[in-house]
């Protein structure tokens, strides 16, 4: 049977989702926008089988192939998503998956934008569905009704904005500029490649119990049409402010929801202090970003790589960095993992 194979990279948001204004839709309370991280890929190979049973090996970084189970809560959305994508096709064939990661997941490095956007591009391929992977925006749709809204944005190459809308045909994916567009750089610094204890779908349900919330979403869309011009402009500084306002919003949001979330250790800490003062110091220019999760994500220009870098070696919680350039979205590859 026929083998189809995605590799599908993470992102990272200048502007965040956090919260929903529709939880069966998974429609994001409030639009936003990322850049894709080259060395951040998910790569998933799929074909039908003749088993009784879906089989789903999954792989994350450094560790061994792990087989999923459909009774773990953890794997529902994914186990939810192949019986969603096998009820549109011609097909009640089940189907084998082995996918893996290059990156450590869970780690507030987007791992769920990179996986379920290569995972449902591949079931589209191997469930026939190719009109649905051939048309992005329709392919976006289908991604997002998986759950995670960060891969919805991962389909489609480099700077890529994620509409929040009132139904199903009115959210959807667009693209800013592509990846060839402008030199910017993502570092990300480790400090803890640990499990996050809060899963991003649980904190999008806790999202609107801050007194925060409100207030986010308000000021969101002057935020995002400044974003989507500093990208066009390639202006690293007005780009960097937007980000680290929205980032620090969204932050906290997370902290005054009900229970409260908090992502960041000292390290995350550290690192603010010092992009602040690389900036005013150093001048340096340099701006973090972070996720769900303790790692920061630090913005800037390829010309600035190596002074970043040699600054971070200086910085005694980091435990690894992972340097991304703006990458493409989803792509078949003919590298199958089976
Ligand atoms: O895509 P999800 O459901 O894992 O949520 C992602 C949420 C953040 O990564 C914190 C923000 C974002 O827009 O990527």
């Given at each position: 049977m026929k083998k189809y194979t995605v590799t599908s990279p993470a992102n990272i948001a200048f502007i965040k989702y956090?919260?929903?204004?529709?939880?069966?839709?998974?429609?994001?309370?409030?639009?936003?926008?990322?850049?894709?991280?080259s060395s951040c890929l998910?790569?998933?190979?799929?074909?039908?089988?003749?088993?009784?049973?879906?089989?789903?090996?999954?792989?994350?970084?450094?560790?061994?192939?792990?087989?999923?189970?459909?009774?773990?809560?953890?794997?529902?959305?994914?186990?939810?998503?192949?019986?969603?994508?096998?009820?549109?096709?011609?097909?009640?064939?089940k189907v084998k998956i082995y996918s893996q990661n290059n990156f450590p997941a869970d780690a507030g490095i987007a791992s769920s934008a990179s996986s379920f956007s290569a995972l449902t591009s591949v079931l589209l391929?191997?469930?026939?569905?190719?009109?649905?992977?051939?048309?992005?925006?329709?392919?976006?749709?289908?991604?997002?009704?998986?759950?995670?809204?960060?891969?919805?944005?991962?389909?489609?190459?480099?700077?890529?904005?994620?509409?929040?809308?009132?139904?199903?045909?009115?959210?959807?994916?667009?693209?800013?500029?592509?990846?060839?567009?402008?030199?910017?750089?993502?570092?990300?610094a480790i400090v803890d490649d640990k499990k996050k204890k809060v899963s991003s779908s649980l904190g999008h349900e806790l999202a609107e119990t801050s007194s925060f919330f409100n207030q986010r979403i308000k000021d969101i869309s002057k935020r995002m049409k400044a974003c989507e011009k500093a990208i066009l402009e390639k202006d690293l500084k007005k780009l960097g402010e937007i980000t680290e306002e929205d980032c620090l919003s969204m932050i906290s949001v997370m902290m005054t929801s009900k229970p409260s979330v908090i992502y960041w250790n000292e390290g995350s800490i550290s690192l603010i202090n010092s992009v602040y003062s690389w900036r005013e110091n150093d001048n340096l220019p340099v701006y973090f970003s972070f996720d769900a999760g303790a790692n920061a994500h630090l913005i800037t220009e390829k010309k600035y790589q190596t002074k970043v870098l040699n600054k971070l070696k200086k910085n005694p919680f980091i435990k690894s960095t992972i340097i991304n350039n703006v990458d493409k979205g989803t792509r078949i590859t003919n590298k199958h993992l089976f």
């Amino acid at each position: 049977m026929k083998k189809y194979t995605v590799t599908s990279p993470a992102n990272i948001a200048f502007i965040k989702y956090w919260g929903r204004s529709d939880h069966k839709l998974f429609i994001p309370a409030n639009s936003n926008i990322s850049m894709n991280l080259s060395s951040c890929l998910t790569t998933t190979t799929a074909c039908l089988t003749d088993s009784k049973e879906d089989e789903v090996l999954v792989r994350f970084h450094n560790q061994k192939y792990q087989k999923l189970s459909p009774k773990d809560h953890k794997s529902k959305a994914l186990f939810a998503q192949i019986k969603r994508i096998r009820k549109l096709s011609k097909y009640n064939k089940k189907v084998k998956i082995y996918s893996q990661n290059n990156f450590p997941a869970d780690a507030g490095i987007a791992s769920s934008a990179s996986s379920f956007s290569a995972l449902t591009s591949v079931l589209l391929l191997t469930y026939e569905l190719k009109d649905l992977f051939n048309n992005k925006k329709e392919l976006s749709k289908q991604i997002r009704l998986c759950g995670s809204g960060s891969a919805v944005r991962s389909c489609m190459d480099g700077f890529v904005k994620f509409k929040t809308g009132k139904d199903h045909d009115s959210s959807f994916a667009t693209q800013i500029a592509d990846h060839n567009h402008w030199d910017l750089i993502d570092i990300v610094a480790i400090v803890d490649d640990k499990k996050k204890k809060v899963s991003s779908s649980l904190g999008h349900e806790l999202a609107e119990t801050s007194s925060f919330f409100n207030q986010r979403i308000k000021d969101i869309s002057k935020r995002m049409k400044a974003c989507e011009k500093a990208i066009l402009e390639k202006d690293l500084k007005k780009l960097g402010e937007i980000t680290e306002e929205d980032c620090l919003s969204m932050i906290s949001v997370m902290m005054t929801s009900k229970p409260s979330v908090i992502y960041w250790n000292e390290g995350s800490i550290s690192l603010i202090n010092s992009v602040y003062s690389w900036r005013e110091n150093d001048n340096l220019p340099v701006y973090f970003s972070f996720d769900a999760g303790a790692n920061a994500h630090l913005i800037t220009e390829k010309k600035y790589q190596t002074k970043v870098l040699n600054k971070l070696k200086k910085n005694p919680f980091i435990k690894s960095t992972i340097i991304n350039n703006v990458d493409k979205g989803t792509r078949i590859t003919n590298k199958h993992l089976f």
